[in-house]
């Protein structure tokens, strides 16, 4: 379960004091979809990088799996996020000079796990998303929609039990868009992985569980 | 993790050439001029022959006869006693010296007082000082001539291609013969084989040569010579000046131990105390000069007034490792600000990476590794061209004597360079990226 009670975060700088989040106070059981909507600029993204314990709250309290992100000190967030979360950014964020299966890989090598099984675990989590046969190509030889399902598999090959998608399907036509959009909700589904999915698109955020809608830093719905 | 690390590093160096290319002319440049350089002072300070034994040895080859005299004068003052002011004078003593003679050792002082010197297992006197111009075939050739003791070859290990050194009975018959070194061979004969047994005219006497040296490999300016005589084949002016301290010679004296050496220095150090000096009126102290071989080496190349060895050991270090730290600085600064560049480009990677766990420190330990690659890369690189250089300039016999060689130490340095280097220029920019935001990181578009 992921909780933030009146998180604000402020942007600050020498002239100007922007408030992405105002007072945001939110409740994602486990095993809940949850989309959050909002124009550009609100802070979708925001709270998403404060629940991925990417950026931090200028006030306001968020706890992860019953316990206090504050509490962590700055490596046991970093093995945090490695065990429990799973990301998924709309440019994909792939590193283009290493074959898919190496990028999937990736959250493993923190683990200090024997390259073995990392292999084992990308070629499974590669086949869930359907590219098994794609493991040795770069992913500048992949179109948009499998650049996005090998950050799919990236995202929980390490087998996490939260997954935090920025906007996944914003890059992508729609056909591409529905078939990422199965693959999460499949994960949601047979996994029971918590997913929280920044979107825009509105068809997108109604095939979840439930959708917060975010209006100039503040949760209007 | 490190073979992902490697995999990634080599394919970031072809991702922008441009800045590869420069990185490695950079590194392999200044790791070339490196190499050469530590090859050179391997080759100076290193125990090559003739020098294997140098770390035992001690070196005299200085005394300093002076003239001191205790200088009054009077220093006035005023004080003030009951209130009134008075004049008080102080009686200052200075030791001056009013004259100073500096000079290597004579034969006479180097017989009598130095062949009891405590703590040396082996000594020699020797006399590197001579130069004679020598005709063949209407060409001209110089030769330096060491005149020695039959020790000098036991405490010196020239490594001889073929023949003997000459034995102290050679020495004590004042037998004419000779040792050259391959290359004298080569210039006055024609050749090696045709030197063994043959006379050679030096100094307008006939000498046969018994034996020949190889090139040693390093130009030590109080070693270098092309032929080596039987010291008792110098003029008599030069060995039976009676009580003369001074003269062309040159002490050196083996230890047994480094507390050997110690108590050779200190053995010297007494007796530039007791020895009675001859002419007293004009001279009444007596100094002798020692040193250890860095000493010696370093005071050859920056005398000073004082004749302290220790002062051009400091001089040494100190405008050596200015000049080496100087040396390093620009081309490392050059480098750090190109990593920067090429580092800065990865934000968005390093972003991901630290969104999926890794921590400041993998990223830090990532970041140095791949320079460390890249520095090990272009230190190949400069390792190859080091030895094309090295390979030239011994030809060229552009260092006199010295031979430059790529020996184990020598790559051994030269490994610690590159690794010096690379954590040196890798070390601000990794640094700075492990410390980056990961959500500012994540929002540039290249990974």
């Known amino acids: 379960m992921i909780l933030l009670k009146d998180v604000t975060k402020v942007y600050q700088t020498k002239t100007i004091e922007t408030t992405a989040l105002n007072n945001i106070s939110l409740e994602v059981p486990t095993g809940e979809f949850l989309s959050i909507m909002g124009p550009s600029g609100c802070g979708k993204s925001t709270l998403l990088n404060i629940m991925g314990m990417i950026d931090e709250p200028t006030s306001g309290q968020v706890a992860i799996q019953g316990q206090a992100v504050s509490d962590y000190h700055t490596k046991a967030v970093a093995r945090f996020r490695n065990e429990k979360l799973g990301f998924i950014f709309q440019s994909f964020h792939l590193i283009n000079e290493l074959p898919v299966i190496d990028n999937v890989e990736l959250p493993l090598i923190y683990r200090r796990i024997s390259g073995k099984k990392r292999r084992e675990m990308a070629q499974t989590a590669l086949e869930q998303v359907g590219l098994k046969n794609r493991m040795k190509h770069f992913p500048g030889q992949l179109s948009g929609g499998q650049k996005q399902r090998v950050a799919i598999a990236r995202a929980i090959v390490g087998q996490p039990n939260i997954i935090l998608a920025d906007e996944p399907t914003g890059n992508l036509d729609s056909v591409m868009g529905n078939e990422i959009m199965e693959i999460l909700l499949n994960l949601n589904k047979e996994l029971g992985t918590t997913i929280v999915m920044v979107t825009h698109d509105e068809t997108m955020a109604r095939k979840t569980h439930r959708l917060v809608r975010l209006f100039d830093g503040s949760q209007v719905l | ?447």
């Not at chain 2, 030769?143 to 036991?154: E, G, H, K, R």
């Open chain 2, 1 to 447: 993790m490190f073979s992902n690390y490697l995999k990634l590093a080599i394919k970031v160096l072809g991702r922008r050439t441009f800045f590869t290319v420069i990185s490695l002319f950079g590194i392999s440049f200044t790791l070339m001029i490196l190499i050469l350089l530590s090859a050179y002072m391997d080759a100076e300070l290193g125990s090559h022959q003739p020098l294997s034994q140098k770390d035992d040895m001690i070196f005299l080859n200085r005394l300093m006869m002076t003239n001191e005299v205790i200088d009054t004068s009077y220093q006035i003052d005023t004080v003030m006693l009951d209130g009134v002011e008075v004049y008080d004078s102080t009686e200052v003593l200075d030791k001056n010296r009013n004259s100073v003679s500096i000079s290597s050792l004579g034969y006479y002082f180097c017989d009598n007082y130095l062949r009891d010197v405590a703590g040396a297992d082996i000594y020699s006197f020797y006399s590197p000082g001579f130069s004679y111009d020598i005709f063949v075939n209407g060409k001209k050739l110089s030769f330096d001539v060491v005149y020695s003791d039959a020790d000098f070859w036991n405490i010196y290990d020239y490594q001889f291609s073929s023949g003997r050194p000459y034995r102290q009975q050679e020495v004590d018959n004042q037998s004419q013969v000779v040792v050259l070194t391959e290359k004298a061979a080569q210039d006055y004969f024609g050749g090696m084989d045709a030197a063994m047994g043959e006379f050679i005219e030096i100094d307008g006497k006939q000498f046969e040569v018994i034996g020949l040296v190889k090139r040693p490999s390093n130009s030590k300016g109080f070693l270098s010579g092309q032929a080596f005589m039987p010291l008792t084949t110098l003029k008599p002016v030069y060995l039976d000046d009676d009580e003369n301290f001074q003269g062309p010679f040159e002490a050196v004296f083996l230890a047994g131990s480094s507390t050997g050496m110690k108590d050779i220095e200190q053995s010297i150090l007494q007796k530039s105390k007791q020895i009675a000096l001859p002419d007293p009126e004009n001279y009444n102290n007596l100094y002798l000069i020692t040193s250890d071989f860095f000493g010696r080496y370093a005071n050859s190349i920056f005398p000073n007034s004082d004749n302290d060895p220790e002062k051009s050991k400091r001089t040494f270090i100190l405008i050596g490792g200015g000049l080496l730290l100087l040396f390093i600085l620009l081309p490392t600064l050059n480098l750090i600000n190109l990593n920067v560049s090429r580092i800065m480009e990865r934000s968005a990677e390093i972003g991901v990476r630290k969104a999926f766990g890794a921590h400041s420190g993998s990223i830090l330990t990532q970041l140095l590794f791949e320079n460390i690659v890249l520095t090990f890369l272009g230190g190949a690189i400069g390792f190859v061209l080091a030895l094309i250089v090295l390979h030239l300039v011994n030809d060229s016999n552009i260092l006199g004597d010295t031979i430059l060689r790529v020996n184990y130490r020598v790559f051994g340095y030269s490994l610690l360079i590159c690794l010096a280097f690379g954590i040196i220029s890798g070390l601000l920019p990794a640094y700075r990226m492990s410390k980056i935001h990961i959500a500012n990181a994540i929002k540039q578009t290249n990974v």
